[in-house]
């Protein structure tokens, strides 16, 4: 049976990396849909009737991307990060204003409360660093039952390392006739595999103690309580850093 599977999560919480993921080991030969949506899109629809899997990115996926993710018998996996890390990413990355990344970060946090309510929906932690071993792909591998060779997951798996994928970044858009992109990255990505411009970040925990004023961490912690007690309740009521 077709599956939608759907990844969705945090800003900078490292689910462009899991979508790609997806995007190669449920590739086959018939073609793949992998796309960014946040409603049912008639695409989905049809590729879903033509017995296609489906992988969607969504920050913001509405009820209807929801429930046929649930009835195709898809999971909704979801990416989680403290969110002081993901504004101070937003920040040092996509060159965001800090009360614009914190909106953005807050709105996906309050998603993230609601989907993870959900059932068949998959949890991964960015300070867990999913994305740096095969244990993902291996899990993946078996959960749908796709027959990878060891070679592919390998493969798949060193086309998406840090590296490789900031030098395949970097190449895509200095083929652009602008340098906009470098000024302005969150207004370029590539349309297929959905990275921006300086997407590829450090990867460190706890960068925000670098980034942020001990009053914007604050404030990010404040906007994010619920999120905080519920996903990390060590850091919910930690004093403010000096």
């Not at 759907?6 to 590739?27: I, P």
């Not at 895509?172 to 990505?189: D, G």
Request: net charge neutral.
């Amino acid at each position: 049976m077709p599956k939608l599977i759907l990844v969705t999560g945090l800003y900078r919480s490292g689910s462009t990396w899991l979508f790609n993921s997806l995007r190669e080991a449920f590739d086959t030969e018939s073609g793949l849909t992998a796309l960014y949506a946040n409603s049912l899109t008639p695409e989905i629809i049809a590729r879903l009737a033509q017995h296609a899997h489906v992988v969607v990115k969504s920050h913001h996926a509405g009820i209807d991307l929801l429930q046929a993710c649930g009835r195709s018998g898809g999971d909704v996996f979801l990416t989680i990060r403290d969110p002081r890390d993901c504004v101070a990413s937003q920040l040092t990355q996509f060159k965001m204003r800090f009360q614009d990344a914190c909106a953005v970060v807050t709105a996906s946090c309050t998603a993230a409360l609601a989907i993870a309510t959900l059932p068949r929906v998959l949890l991964l932690r960015y300070e867990d660093r999913f994305m740096d071993n095969m244990r993902l792909l291996d899990a993946v591998n078996h959960r749908y039952g796709l027959n990878l060779s060891r070679a592919r997951r390998e493969s798949i798996f060193a086309s998406l390392r840090r590296e490789t994928v900031a030098a395949g970044i970097e190449s895509h858009f200095s083929a652009y006739e602008t340098e906009q992109w470098r000024e302005q990255p969150l207004y370029f990505h590539d349309p297929a595999r959905r990275w921006h411009p300086f997407h590829v970040g450090d990867g460190r925990v706890r960068k925000y103690l670098e980034v942020l004023s001990a009053g914007e961490a604050e404030q990010v912690v404040s906007a994010n309580r619920d999120f905080m007690k519920r996903f990390y309740p060590a850091s919910a009521e930690e004093p403010p850093s000096p």
